[in-house]
């Protein structure tokens, strides 16, 4: 199985807190965050990551160098900001299998990585990995319709619900329809027409979850993630 890691981001909100690392490395106690996720990819399975790179790859790249737990590395390093679409256009680019797990390098989602694979084996459609929050006030929630992905809900709807994980398997070629270098958005330039277009299936996962985006959350990941 293959990964992509979208690790490219300037961090804007963490930089008062890190200001010399990308998000991805922000310290857990002695570790980069960016380690724990892979060490989590590796025991799900994952057998080779693309990391898709940016502002201060070289931290980066240095520290997992070609080969980390067992996986193999790649790195796609954006030479311009492309925006969350266009750095996923390029890094699907060096992918060698027909579908990609897609992760976000600020994110901790333990998901059940074998079950989501058979769920693309059924029946080849894109998936998109959804959460059951408390408030999706902060993320934004997903409207469904049965087993599919209706449409993207504004943030500031408080209450429980499903949000979108930041995790989609996708087919290779989901964004061919986009050149190549072209800065765009994942979710606001591709999937909120998208998913009004084609079948996007959902999956659900109960999994922990963590976005260490803002300090409030980064310091909650210190205890939260400290023994993984």
């Known amino acids: 199985m293959e990964a ?4 490219g981001g300037f961090g804007t909100r963490l930089q008062q807190i890190v200001p010399d690392l990308p998000k991805p490395m922000a310290p857990i106690g002695e570790r980069p965050f960016l380690e724990i996720l892979m060490t989590l990819l590796s025991r799900k399975g994952v057998q080779r990551v693309v990391l898709s790179l940016g502002y201060k790859a070289d931290k980066v ?6 080969k980390f737990a067992g996986m193999e590395l790649v790195y796609e390093i954006e030479k311009t900001p492309l925006g969350t679409g266009g750095a996923l256009r390029r890094a699907m680019n060096r992918c060698k299998t027909d579908h990609v797990f897609i992760f976000n390098g600020d994110t ?8 989501v694979e058979q ?3 059924q029946n080849r459609s ?3 990995v959804a959460r059951e929050v408390p408030d ?3 993320y934004g929630r997903l409207d469904v319709s049965g087993d599919y992905v209706a449409g993207f809900a504004e943030k500031g709807m408080a209450g429980p619900g499903l949000i979108n994980a930041g995790c989609y398997v996708f087919p290779c070629d989901i964004l061919n329809g986009f050149s190549m270098d072209v800065p765009f958005s994942l979710e606001n330039d591709f999937l909120m027409k998208a998913v009004t277009r084609q079948q996007f299936e959902i999956y659900v996962t ?3 979850f963590i976005d260490i985006g803002v300090p409030e959350d980064y310091t909650n990941a210190q205890i939260e993630l400290a023994q993984i």
Do not use: E, M
Not at 4 to 7: F, Y
Not at 61 to 66: A, L, W
Not at 108 to 115: E, P, R, S
């Open 4 to 7: 992509i890691v979208l690790a």
């Open 61 to 66: 790249v240095s520290y997992f160098g070609g």
């Open 108 to 115: 901790y989602l333990d998901l059940d990585v074998q079950k």
């Open 119 to 121: 769920q693309w084996h």
């Open 126 to 128: 894109p998936i998109i």
């Open 136 to 138: 999706t006030a902060r």
């Open 206 to 208: 109960n999994g922990h």
